[in-house]
């Protein structure tokens, strides 16, 4: 039961560089999700998917992409990676369940430096 | 969606109990209650919800008051490995905007042996 995997785990990148996160979830999840999160912030969430070709903002999606061509994947780019960007990044999946459906499950993270 | 207030930060003696308070006076009739905990280093992970009625799982209990203004997380044994950063949150169902999902600092509950 793989769940959900994050990779790379770890990431150190320049200034101005594209960087990629990679999500994968194994349950066919319907929800996707990218967080990020710096210390005084809490997780904030990036963008969101609810299934494959759609996605949509959420709290802070700047200097963000995102595309979800396949319901298990749900990559993450960062177009041209700034300082700011520095953070541990999280993805979670989640399916709807009836009356409620905030259940979600999160990947173990990708610690993200830009140099 | 309505806001939630937890304390920052709780003790709790390895085997006893731990009672995990949240407040989220504002909340609306159609809100969940949710719960979620992080572990050092690790994702989040979701330990319970509910609507109305207590609600008990393998990991904890969540006791909401009847005016559902507050819920209380217990942990009935609490071990080291409960030490955690804990989130109350509160959302309608899934479908809805997403846009403002807010987990706030949580309690950071620390288990002393």
């Known amino acids: 039961d793989a769940g959900i995997t994050q990779s790379p785990r770890y990431k150190i990148t320049e200034t101005g560089r594209q960087v990629t996160l990679m999500c994968h979830q194994t349950w066919s999840h319907s929800y996707m999700f990218w967080y990020r999160q710096d210390l005084g912030h809490g997780l904030r969430l990036i963008y969101y998917?609810?299934?494959?070709?759609?996605?949509d903002k959420g709290e802070v999606p700047d200097g963000y992409v995102v595309s979800r061509s396949k319901t298990e994947n749900f990559p993450l780019t960062l177009e041209s990676a700034t300082r700011s960007q520095t953070s541990v990044y999280f993805c979670?999946?989640?399916?709807?369940?009836?009356?409620?459906?905030?259940?979600?499950?999160f990947g173990p993270g990708t610690r993200l430096t830009v140099t | 969606d309505a806001k939630t207030t937890q304390p920052p930060s709780m003790d709790c003696a390895e085997g006893r109990a731990a009672n995990l308070p949240c407040n989220h006076s504002?909340?609306?009739?159609?809100?969940?209650v949710y719960w979620y905990r992080q572990i050092h280093s690790q994702g989040p992970q979701y330990i319970i919800h509910g609507l109305k009625n207590n609600e008990t799982n393998e990991m904890a209990s969540l006791i909401i008051t009847e005016d559902r203004k507050s819920s209380t997380l217990i942990l009935p044994h609490a071990t080291l490995r409960d030490t955690a950063v804990y989130y109350c949150i509160v959302r309608v169902a899934l479908g809805t905007s997403y846009d403002k999902v807010i987990f706030g600092p949580g309690t950071s509950l620390s288990v002393i042996p």
């Open positions: 504002t909340i609306s009739g159609n809100e969940y």
């Open positions: 998917s609810a299934a494959a070709d759609i996605t």
């Open positions: 979670a999946s989640s399916e709807p369940r009836g009356h409620s459906s905030y259940e979600q499950y």
